[in-house]
């Protein structure tokens, strides 16, 4: 079930699924870039106002799992209007600012986004635009994106698998109903 804050401003419940703090692994794969997998942490916040704020890191990962080094972070905030359009404006670590349009499926929380504008540094990777598609599977988020650059068409090179985190408080409150021991509970 999908808790909505009381605090959330009217226009973003529909993108309520999106709140919290996620974390996964997934893959990369673009040519000309090493090909990995990656861990991820993603976090969507809201203040009252009518946009959600997003936070993003990826890392590689070696064979074990464990983090080798920073892969892509980036930063953004969402906004959906009454007709479920989204757009979303993105900063990435590597000197690249995106503007994302789309929409939010009207049967199933799922967000289609393709690049309405790029903007980078002289000294970013080349890149052209992409396409994202975000769904809510089975309470897990799910992502993928596709890249194009002036030598390599539109392609997938990310995707990732990821969970929410859940806040010690949201359940420590179920905690005052066990015995005073805790360990009954469990027998």
Same mark, same amino acid.
């Given at each position: 079930? &999908?808790?909505? =804050?009381?605090?959330?401003?009217?226009?973003?419940?529909?993108?309520?699924?999106?709140?919290?703090?996620?974390?996964?692994?997934?893959?990369?794969?673009?040519?000309?870039?090493?090909?990995?997998?990656?861990? @991820?942490?993603?976090?969507?916040?809201?203040?009252?106002? =009518?946009?959600?704020?997003?936070?993003?890191?990826?890392?590689?990962?070696?064979?074990?799992?464990?983090?080798?080094?920073?892969?892509?972070?980036?930063?953004?905030?969402?906004? &959906?209007?009454?007709?479920?359009?989204?757009?979303?404006?993105?900063?990435?670590?590597?000197?690249?600012?995106?503007?994302?349009?789309?929409?939010?499926? @009207?049967?199933?929380? @799922?967000?289609?986004?393709?690049?309405?504008?790029?903007?980078?540094?002289? @000294?970013?990777?080349? #890149?052209?635009?992409?396409?994202?598609?975000?769904? #809510?599977?089975?309470?897990?988020?799910?992502?993928?994106?596709?890249?194009?650059?002036?030598?390599? =068409?539109?392609?997938? #090179?990310?995707?990732?698998?990821?969970?929410?985190?859940?806040?010690?408080?949201?359940?420590?409150?179920?905690?005052?109903?066990? =015995?005073?021991?805790?360990?009954?509970?469990?027998?």
């Amino acid at each position: 079930m &999908i808790e909505i =804050p009381s605090d959330l401003h009217p226009e973003l419940v529909p993108l309520a699924f999106l709140l919290g703090s996620w974390t996964g692994a997934g893959v990369h794969d673009f040519p000309g870039a090493e090909k990995c997998n990656f861990g @991820q942490e993603v976090t969507f916040t809201h203040d009252g106002r =009518p946009f959600l704020e997003y936070v993003s890191h990826t890392w590689v990962l070696d064979e074990d799992g464990k983090k080798v080094r920073p892969l892509e972070s980036e930063s953004g905030y969402w906004r &959906i209007d009454a007709e479920r359009k989204v757009d979303v404006t993105t900063t990435r670590d590597e000197g690249v600012v995106e503007i994302w349009t789309g929409e939010l499926a @009207q049967d199933k929380p @799922q967000i289609d986004l393709v690049t309405d504008a790029v903007a980078r540094l002289p @000294q970013s990777s080349e #890149y052209s635009g992409g396409k994202r598609l975000y769904g #809510y599977v089975n309470g897990d988020l799910m992502w993928v994106g596709e890249k194009a650059t002036p030598a390599v =068409p539109l392609r997938a #090179y990310m995707s990732a698998h990821l969970k929410k985190v859940v806040d010690p408080r949201e359940w420590a409150a179920d905690l005052k109903d066990l =015995p005073d021991d805790g360990i009954a509970f469990f027998k």
